[in-house]
């Protein structure tokens, strides 16, 4: 099946990528490029742009890179004004953004605890706030926020603010899709679990040597019932399927992308 985001405008947060290869919102902005939408690809490092309309192939002429901090309010106005202003209309919001940082409450500071939450949970609300009016005048809309098993259960990492923030992403989506039910927007989150991406290489690299790497990449596999890890493609294609009229009566609820991990017994 192709065209099923036909005609659609989609703001896709987080589209580039810290290194080579899937990153979930790279993955979602190419995904929704080829199934026909015209896509808003928004990172604070146009840099990583280049690889996000390399890998677009043929439908990267419907990408718009569009460089924004989305944890600033004034440069998420500005960027919703500019999509308005030229496509007239706001039908698909992803919002990706996010980053752990590890510890718990004793050793992580208070700085980081609040940049934490500001990164991974009040970037979705600040994103919603003015594309919602629109999605209400125009009579409808789909917003997908992507979270993380980590905010449902313990994945073996202690990443207290990142847990805590993504748990927040989950029930956020939760209420603003009951609330907003009757303007005829669903609003559903993708849960991905422990997925090979660029990020996850950049922070093992940053953290270990290249042989603990190795080994806490199997260690990562071992947990995962499917016999391999899935990557940034596997959050796209739960994405686009919540954000096509496919899911036209889904909303308020989650897709879990794990590989079986988070409902293994041990």
Not at 189 to 215: F, K, R, S, W, Y
Request: proline fraction near 4%; hydrophobic fraction near 45%; include cysteine.
């Amino acid at each position: 099946m192709t065209g099923r985001l036909q005609g659609k405008v989609a703001i896709i947060t987080g589209a580039g990528c810290v290194g080579p290869g899937w990153g979930n919102g790279r993955a979602t902005a190419v995904r929704f490029a080829q199934e026909g939408a015209t896509v808003w690809a928004v990172d604070i490092d146009m840099s990583s742009m280049d690889e996000t309309l390399e890998r677009a192939g043929d439908a990267r002429a419907a990408i718009t890179p569009y460089r924004c901090d989305v944890t600033d309010s004034g440069a998420i106005a500005q960027l919703v004004a500019d999509c308005m202003a030229r496509d007239g209309r706001i039908d698909i919001l992803v919002n990706n953004v996010g980053t752990p940082v590890p510890g718990g409450p004793v050793a992580m500071s208070e700085a980081a605890w609040q940049r934490q939450l500001d990164i991974n949970l009040s970037t979705v609300f600040l994103m919603c706030k003015p594309v919602i009016p629109i999605m209400q005048a125009q009579g409808g809309g789909a917003i997908v926020n992507v979270a993380s098993t980590s905010g449902q259960r313990f994945t073996g990492a202690v990443q207290v603010g990142y847990a805590a923030a993504k748990a927040g992403v989950i029930q956020f989506s939760r209420v603003v899709a009951v609330e907003h039910a009757k303007d005829n927007i669903r609003i559903n989150t993708v849960v991905p679990g422990q997925l090979h991406t660029p990020l996850v290489d950049a922070i093992l690299a940053g953290n270990q040597t290249a042989g603990d790497v190795e080994a806490l990449l199997k260690r990562r596999q071992s947990r995962i019932p499917l016999p391999f890890m899935g990557d940034g493609r596997d959050t796209a294609n739960a994405a686009l399927f919540l954000a096509s009229e496919e899911a036209r009566f889904i909303t308020g609820t989650e897709i879990v992308v794990d590989g079986g991990m988070s409902v293994r017994c041990d």
